[in-house]
């Protein structure tokens, strides 16, 4: 599922809202069958795992960056690494135990750490909030890669920045002041006549 960002969609209520910071009033969010008001919200979290559009890192090396909670062995961290194409720079900069700072890595770089540490993390959802809104094309690409190969067999819920990254998705939905104003596959949407939401959307969008 797609949420495409417009001004007042609601798209940070909706993320507020599977993370229970914000307690909906009325109905139910359920993933596999569970009402998520029951579970626990620690648990809850273990299970949701989440990439922001600003790179979210802590004071720290490279290592407990990737690998926060320390549950993952130094051959995990270095293939996440490998995997997201950063390890030589990493290695150049002093290897995983090297004190992370601002000027060590690019927006880009922190960014795919972020995606690093995100595939070690065991949640069965991945939630991306415009990950690729600050990252250069060749970032966005190879980020999109790795979303596809490592995250096939997890739900990926994504907010979308770039039109061009959600057309594989299984289902879009368009939201508008907080309620879904069109629903359905990519290329049903992109097939109305006449044009609806989405399909203005990516209009515009490849224009840009």
């Not at 995983?96 to 795919?112: A, R």
């Not at 415009?130 to 190879?142: G, M, Q, W």
């Not at 096939?152 to 002041?177: E, G, K, M, P, W």
Request: proline share 4%; with cysteine.
């Amino acid at each position: 599922m797609v949420f495409n960002k417009s001004l007042h969609s609601g798209k940070s209520s909706v993320i507020s809202a599977l993370f229970r910071i914000l307690h909906i009033s009325e109905g139910n969010i359920i993933i596999d069958g569970v009402d998520i008001s029951d579970i626990p919200q620690e648990i809850l979290y273990t299970r949701l795992v989440c990439v922001t559009q600003t790179p979210y890192l802590i004071q720290g090396t490279v290592r407990e960056n990737v690998d926060p909670f320390g549950t993952s062995s130094d051959e995990q961290v270095n293939q996440v690494l490998k995997e997201v194409t950063l390890w030589d720079t990493v290695v150049a900069r002093g290897g995983i135990e090297v004190q992370l700072s601002d000027e060590l890595f690019s927006v880009g770089q922190k960014q795919l750490l972020c995606l690093a540490r995100a595939m070690l993390r065991p949640g069965s959802i991945l939630l991306l909030d415009e990950v690729s809104s600050s990252v250069d094309l060749h970032t966005n690409k190879l980020m999109q890669s790795i979303i596809r190969k490592h995250f096939a067999t997890r739900t990926v819920i994504t907010i979308a920045h770039q039109i061009f990254t959600i057309l594989d998705a299984d289902r879009v939905a368009v939201i508008s002041n907080g309620e879904i104003v069109e629903e359905g596959q990519p290329t049903e949407l992109f097939e109305r006549d006449p044009p609806g939401p989405f399909r203005i959307l990516a209009a515009a969008n490849m224009k840009l």
